[in-house]
């Protein structure tokens, strides 16, 4: 079927097909514009663990959420694919992570890994193989974006796009990220591992395209990474959860601060969304919480801005969401990918229908 055979047969009033993809759609990957690649995927996890079970519950959760979003209300009639012909990466990763977890107690304790030669040797594995995961990520992405896909990313935890920005490397001479997150993550191979969860926006700031990295929603940070802050030459730009709630607290409003965040920015964004960026009560099973955050409200209100400032998105990533006794992480975490997938795709010019004006209904 074409696809305009399939929109004339799909009933967006009704609940999303059983056997679909995303959010009940009925599109196949060749007739869907964007492909999400997911990547359940938490090796160096030291906290709480769940985030490679994120892209199960997104998916679960996509099926409740209504097609008919007020910003992009014809958005879904571009089709988001969840890519279903990734290696078996959660199997990989579990397999990992049983290696990594002696490791990582014995760093607690205050034992040195190089006394151990079996840690140190599963220590030089995970590095190794997480450094494989890295490329077929990359290898996966690619795969999309040479065929005029727009791609998106879904976590897993924060250590997994760093293969996607290798891939945007290749296609972009240069690129900033916005970073929205309770963490810095700008430690150097945390705990010894080379690709942890905690150093993957050191690891991106190694790729020479990487222009810069706005950061927002920061509440948690050690010595080290504010010394990577300094040594940037403003090469990163740091908008605390504290300095953000004190310039609203002083008067001034969430647009002003959206301008001055966005204004950091170069002409073309990646957008790095960890979920434990907002308010605990939204991800309530994130694996590294942290009192304040952004309410979800403020969050898209700053990414639809991206759009409105002239923009040109060139990815995302949505990373970290862990489920939990409820289908609540999931719900905001589907709904989160389908707000980022609106402005992406309207900043890469593709028609997601005009706002909804209910004053003037």
């Keep these: ?26 599109f196949p990957a060749e007739l869907s514009d964007i492909i999400i690649v997911p990547a359940p995927w938490e090796v160096t996890v030291s906290y709480g663990s769940g985030a490679s079970d994120g892209v199960d519950a997104v998916f679960d959760a996509s099926f409740q959420v209504d097609l008919l979003q007020q910003e992009f209300p014809d958005l879904w009639k571009l089709g988001i694919y969840l890519d279903q012909d990734i290696p078996d990466w959660k199997s990989k990763s ?18 040195d890994v190089n006394n151990h030669p079996e840690l140190l040797q599963d220590l ?11 490329e077929e990520v990359k290898e996966r992405v690619l795969h999309w974006m040479n065929q005029d896909k727009l791609v998106g990313f879904l976590g897993g935890d924060h250590s997994t796009p760093l293969g996607y920005y290798q891939a945007l490397a290749t296609k972009h001479e240069n690129f900033g990220i916005l970073h929205l997150d309770a963490h810095m993550d700008l430690r150097n191979a945390y705990e010894g591992f080379t690709y942890s969860h905690a150093s993957i926006m050191y690891n991106a700031l190694q790729i020479p395209q990487i222009g810069n990295l706005v950061q927002v929603g920061i509440r948690d940070f050690c010595e080290q990474e504010v010394e990577v802050v300094k040594n940037s030459n403003q090469k990163v730009r740091v908008f605390t959860d504290s300095d953000v709630k004190s310039m609203e607290y002083g008067g001034q409003t969430w647009e002003e601060i959206c301008t001055m965040i966005i204004n950091e920015l170069p002409q073309k964004v990646h957008i790095s969304f960890d979920i434990d960026g907002l ?17 979800y409200e403020k969050a898209v209100y700053l990414l639809s801005k991206l759009n409105e400032f002239g ?13 939990g006794e409820t289908d609540w992480d999931g719900n905001v975490g589907a709904r989160l990918l389908f707000h980022l997938c609106g402005v992406f795709a309207k900043s890469n010019g593709r028609h997601v229908g005009e706002k909804i004006d209910f004053k003037n209904l």
Excluded: H
């Design 1 to 26: 079927m074409t696809k305009q055979e399939i929109l004339e047969n799909f009933d967006p009033n009704q609940p999303g097909l059983s056997d679909a993809t995303l959010y009940g759609l009925p």
């Design 94 to 111: 579990d397999e990992l992570k049983a290696k990594a977890q002696p490791i990582i107690e014995a760093l607690e304790n205050g034992e």
């Design 124 to 134: 030089q594995t995970i590095n190794q193989a997480c450094s494989q995961f890295n």
């Design 279 to 295: 308010y605990q009560w939204y991800c309530p099973t994130t694996g590294t919480p942290v009192p304040g955050g952004l309410a």
């Design 311 to 323: 923009k040109e998105i060139v990815g995302f990533d949505l990373v970290e969401i862990a489920p």
